[in-house]
């Protein structure tokens, strides 16, 4: 699924916060957990918002551009091209997502020198320039331009990261999530169609909602059985000599293989050795490769793996 990691990583997180503060419940860790995802989602309707508005921004521009005494038709084509986005166009009309900028409160009145460097950062994409160039104003083009502003701000522009990171402490964390999210949003655009909005990223319509909880919640239920299980193969291993991070991210995964039937074993391993990769030593991820291998074949063995489903095994 689309948001999986993401999840994997915010339970994670509400885990390892659970497990430094005893004094907190379990209830009391799993709406953390909610609140974290509420504020990630806050970070994707803010990204959309920022589309809008960048076009507003570039709306005073053409008429900057239109009142000079030397036109500079190129940069004027150019502007106009992101301005007339259609793909933006059907973001800025979505009454849906309108509703909650609004609740949401964002403040872009004292934007303008951001938007300036953003656009004179983009107007530097060769790739850009080449498509706002070729004359194709069919939706999956204008998709195509919209995704390569969005994707190339993300990934490289120091201005716009220090700005997220303004507006929200756990941006760093949630950047990949909302730059997801909006693609996924961006694919739901067709001719005449318009974005589907999602509603939330821990809510009753979001396919993923049932997962976070069950992960949350049955990582702790079963945690004394999936101790066991890693105990039975790093029996040379002090248990102390364990990094604490290493010891949870191991019990998500076993938790995934041994009580979650429809996710595929090679899947729930390679996603907890990813995260190990951003969480924990460089030598995490061989550690946990090799220990957590050990266990799922053994379990094969007895046959205590329950997949539903073809290549679930795998």
Request: with cysteine.
């Amino acid at each position: 699924m689309l948001f999986r990691r993401f999840l994997r990583i915010k339970t994670f997180q509400a885990l390892y916060a659970y497990k430094q503060d005893q004094s907190s419940s379990r209830a009391v860790a799993q709406k953390n957990l909610v609140k974290s995802l509420d504020k990630a989602y806050d970070v994707y309707i803010f990204l959309l918002s920022f589309i809008i508005e960048f076009k507003f921004f570039l709306g005073k521009e053409i008429e900057i551009q239109e009142n000079k005494h030397i036109p500079q038709p190129e940069q004027l084509a150019f502007i106009k091209a992101i301005h007339d986005n259609g793909a933006i166009a059907m973001f800025e009309n979505d009454l849906n997502l309108q509703e909650k900028i609004k609740a949401s409160k964002f403040d872009w009145s004292k934007s303008s020198d951001f938007f300036r460097q953003i656009f004179t950062e983009i107007k530097e994409l060769e790739t850009l320039a080449a498509a706002t160039k070729d004359g194709d104003f069919s939706i999956f083009a204008e998709k195509q331009i919209l995704l390569e502003i969005v994707e190339s701000l993300v990934a490289d522009s120091e201005v716009f990261n220090d700005y997220m990171e303004q507006q929200f402490i756990n941006w760093e964390d949630d950047d990949v999530m909302a730059l997801m999210a909006f693609q996924k949003t961006l694919s739901t655009i067709k001719q005449n169609k318009q974005p589907e909005i999602l509603n939330g990223f821990y809510n009753d319509k979001f396919e993923d909602t049932n997962f976070v909880s069950d992960l949350f919640f049955k990582t702790l239920e079963h945690e004394d059985h999936l101790t066991e299980l890693i105990s039975s193969k790093t029996q040379n291993w002090d248990a102390d000599r364990i990094a604490t991070v290493d010891m949870l991210l191991m019990k998500m995964a076993m938790c995934e293989i041994t009580l979650f039937s429809q996710i595929p074993v090679k899947v729930s391993i390679n996603e907890y050795l990813e995260i190990a990769k951003i969480y924990s030593s460089p030598n995490s991820h061989t550690f946990m490769n090799g220990v957590l291998d050990k266990i799922q074949l053994d379990l094969r063995k007895e046959d205590k793996i329950n997949k539903s489903g073809r290549g679930l095994m795998e």
